[in-house]
Structure formats: C-alpha cells, structure tokens
C-alpha cells in the first residue's frame, strides 16, 4: 500500500485524534468535542461519512480538511448548519486555495481566505448570497492589507480571516504523525488527490 493511500482509510478515532490535536482540545472535553462532530455528521458532513448503524465509518484525508474548514468556521462562532451551507457553497473555490496552498509550499507564502462572516444570516432576505470566499497569497500583511481594501470597495462591512496554510499545514503534520508516517508529503499528496476531486 503507497504511502498515500494510507490516508484513504481513517478510522472515526483517528480523525477525531487528528481534529482534537488541530483545535487544542484538552483531554477532559473530548466527548463533547466528539459530540459536535458527530452532529456534523448527522447534517451529512461531510458527504460519504454517515455509513449508517452498525457500520463504522471510514474517512479520507480530503474528508478531515473539510471538517478542519468548518472547525475554523465555528470556532470564529458560526454555527454548525451555516458551517456546513457556506463550505458547500464555495468548496470548488476553497479547493482551489488548497491548490494554491500546495503549489506554494516551501515559498514562505502564506494562503489566506477572508470574507464576510454574515452572522445574520439566518434573519436576512432569502435572496442574500452567503459569504464567498477570497484567497490571498502573501506572506505579510501588507499585502493583506492591499488585497482587503479592495475587496472592501463592494458592500462588505465585516471580515474574517483563516490562515489556510497554518492550518493545512498543522493538519498535514499531526495526521501523519498520528498514521505514523514519516513526513508530511503523503498527507500533501492525498490532499491534492481530494482537491482535484
């Protein structure tokens, strides 16, 4: 079995020992950290994860980067089902910052996705589109600063940032050290295999 496809075959504990790692959960909270990803995958996030009773489920790496991304999206407060909606919304455009992120290893570039949180979004007009996403590619925040202002010359009055590189980075390390594998590049390479998908 390459290296690689290792990372195609992660048992629910794995994935919650690598998501745990990510987040800094401490040990005396991680069946409420369980219980929150559980509900994810009760909302059917991400797709292909809820195998049914009886079955113990399977994941694949590009399944942990999504619940990675909607991790980040509620620890900046956004609720679960908002999560879910904005990562489906835009997951062909956060794949395609992955793919930046992969292109850029090693350059010192930092990958960043900003937008509007919309944390009324739920009390807005059914027509109001939910957050798109921009990336950003700079390795200071100078250049964010550049990239933000215009961006801000439409409607946005609010805006979040991820640091997509710190956290796909993080994840690649401890996943691989969590399947004990040495580095990080078959985590890289099962990445882009999902990024391409």
């Known amino acids: ?43 059917g996030f991400p797709s292909g994860s809820n195998t049914g009773r009886g079955r113990a489920a399977t994941y694949q790496i590009g399944q942990i980067v999504e619940l990675a991304l ?14 879910i909606a904005m990562f489906n919304e835009n997951s062909r455009g956060l794949k395609n910052a992955v793919l930046l992120w992969l292109s850029n290893l090693g350059s010192g570039n930092a990958i960043w996705l900003f937008f509007d949180p919309l944390g009324l979004q739920s009390l ?55 399947v004990q594998l040495e580095g990080a590049s078959a985590a890289h390479a099962s990445i882009e295999k999902w990024a391409r998908s």
């Open 1 to 43: 079995m390459a290296n690689h496809d290792r990372f195609q075959y992660l048992s629910y504990g794995e994935v919650l020992d690598v998501l745990a790692a990510i987040q800094h959960i401490d040990v005396g909270q991680q069946s409420a950290f369980s219980s929150r990803i559980k509900h994810l995958q009760k909302q």
């Open 70 to 83: 909607v991790l980040e999206f509620n620890q900046m407060g956004i609720n679960p089902e908002r999560a």
């Open 124 to 178: 807005m007009v059914p027509d109001a589109k939910l957050p798109t996403f921009t990336k950003v590619q700079h390795n200071d925040f100078a250049g964010i600063t550049v990239a933000l202002s215009k961006w801000s010359k439409s409607d946005v009055r609010r805006v979040s940032l991820i640091n997509l590189s710190a956290l796909l980075r993080t994840l690649s390390d401890v996943a691989s050290e969590r």
